[in-house]
């Protein structure tokens, strides 16, 4: 008759010991977050010391003599869609301003535009959220 109760017991224990572990499994495994291809373009149609903008995208490929790098086109103030100009990076929500490098020249954002992970495959540009 005892055996009951101290199964009935263990059963208790596994079956709470289980819930715990459910949300300590979530927490102790690596994320795995995909990192999506955003753009994939010819590396011969950025120009040199150029821009290429992809407004629809909230992205910019810029290319100097050394290097490609992408710019989220989002500012980092409350998140408008910033505008390159020939002068520069300009917010037009509240007159954040970038240098070509994503720089914050003049505020109130107080934080450089994010850059996009890049790889070059071939004679592509594959740009990555
Ligand atoms: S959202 Fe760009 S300066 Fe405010």
Known sequence: MEKPRQT??????????ALAAVPLWRFLTPRMTAV???????RDTIPVDGALVYRESRV?????ADEIYA????????????SITPNGIVCPCHGST???AGEVLSGPASRRLDRLEVRIEGDDVVIFS
């Open 36 to 42: 999506k291809p955003v753009l994939r373009i010819g």
């Open 8 to 17: 009935r017991r263990h059963f208790l224990r596994a079956l709470i010991l």
């Open 98 to 100: 970038f240098n070509r």
């Open 71 to 82: 710019l989220n086109l989002t500012c980092t103030h409350l998140g408008c869609t910033v």
């Open 60 to 64: 910019a490929v810029m290319r100097t």
